[in-house]
């Protein structure tokens, strides 16, 4: 996971179950990777993703975290910069984005 979450945000489970079987071939099966999988799924240190162009896919917590700030930060800056036309204070989740169900805030 460390690997695949390096060079892209979001990545897709069967590349994570790829890189997780050929890491050491033979030591776990399938079905234990995907058991691994849900178990941090579960505990939120991985999130679906299922948007277009990145179906059935995951991001890390750090990643959510990171998307989640650039939208509060973008939003505070537009209620500092607005042309008075905003409706007041805009939060992360609520600034215009339709978050997946897997990242709502």
């Known amino acids: 996971m460390a690997h695949l979450s390096e060079w ?3 990545f897709s489970r069967g590349d994570l179950l790829t890189a997780s079987l ?4 033979g030591a776990v099966v ?3 990777v995907e058991r ?3 178990a941090l799924e579960k505990a939120g240190v991985l999130h679906a993703v299922d948007i277009l162009g ?3 896919s995951l991001a890390t917590e750090k990643t959510v975290g990171e998307e989640r700030e650039t939208v509060a930060r973008t939003a505070r800056r537009l209620n500092r910069e607005g042309d008075g036309a905003g409706s007041g204070d805009i939060r992360a989740g609520t600034a ?3 978050w997946p169900p897997a990242v709502r805030v």
Do not use: F, L, R, T
């Open 36 to 38: 691994e999988v849900a």
């Open 22 to 25: 050929s890491y050491a071939p």
């Open 30 to 32: 399938i079905g234990d």
């Open 96 to 98: 215009g984005v339709e």
């Open 54 to 56: 990145a179906e059935n």
């Open 8 to 10: 892209e945000a979001v």
